[in-house]
């Protein structure tokens, strides 16, 4: 699985934006990008992925560059929950595949301010 | 439906001793992985189970062991405990082996060796 970089903290003011981003710059074409975010003491909660267009649910928003070495999670609104730890990983996704994990950096610490 | 659920929540032991965790998967989730997450560090992958089987596995020694039920219930054997798996250990499960990019964790386990 390519290697991926975040930064190792953000802050946002609650209500605003949150942008979180991510480079992937050696990611492969089958390769795809997930995020993750694992409140304090809590199991890591699967968040949005994506190949190459951007996604969105109810949760956020991916945006995928062009050139797919970067991305960036977009929290439209952030209130004091989204306070936690964000990961960017990338992985093939192939059914039947034999890539079974997800790879976890240290991701990058969101702490919401009031 | 029910998620993850994992047992105990924490537990004490010491070192030389042996552990068993144990995890119940999401309803109808076939596939169950576990990692190991160290302080201010992401989790580790640990091993994953299809349908009772092994999958594949991450850089752990043979003394991490597991099991997986016909009910897809799983636990994580660890004998002759050392200071360092002291650790939170998650499992996650998934609907389908190559598709498991997107995967449900449990709370953790908060194992202490002294």
């Known amino acids: 699985d390519a290697k991926t970089t975040q930064p190792p903290s953000m802050d946002c003011a609650e209500g605003r934006a949150a942008n979180l981003p991510c480079n992937h710059s050696?990611?492969?074409?089958?390769?795809?990008v997930y995020w993750y975010r694992q409140i304090h003491s809590q199991g890591p909660q699967y968040i949005i992925h994506?190949?190459?267009n951007n996604e969105t649910n109810e949760m956020a928003s991916l945006i995928i560059t062009e050139d797919r070495k970067s991305s960036t999670l977009i929290l439209p609104h952030a209130t004091l929950r989204d306070t936690a730890v964000y990961y960017c990983i990338v992985r093939v996704e192939e059914s039947g595949g034999s890539n079974y994990k997800l790879t976890f950096g240290k991701g990058t610490l969101l702490t919401v301010n009031p | 439906e029910t998620g993850v659920t994992q047992s105990p929540t924490h537990l004490i032991k010491t070192r030389g001793q042996q552990v068993t965790l144990r995890c119940s998967s999401q309803s109808g989730h076939n596939t169950v992985s576990w990692y190991q997450q160290a302080l201010g560090q992401g989790p580790q992958f640990i091993f994953q189970?299809?349908?009772?089987?092994?999958?594949g596995r991450g850089n752990f020694p043979p003394r991490f062991s597991g099991l997986q039920f016909p009910n897809y219930s799983s636990e994580l054997n660890v004998n002759a405990l050392e200071l360092d798996d002291s650790a939170l250990y998650l499992c996650?499960?998934?609907?389908?082996?190559?598709?498991?990019?997107?995967?449900?964790f449990g709370p953790g386990t908060r194992l202490t060796v002294l």
């Open positions: 996650a499960s998934s609907l389908e082996v190559g598709r498991a990019g997107e995967q449900f």
């Open positions: 050696t990611i492969s074409g089958n390769e795809y």
């Open positions: 189970y299809y349908r009772e089987e092994e999958n």
């Open positions: 994506g190949l190459k």
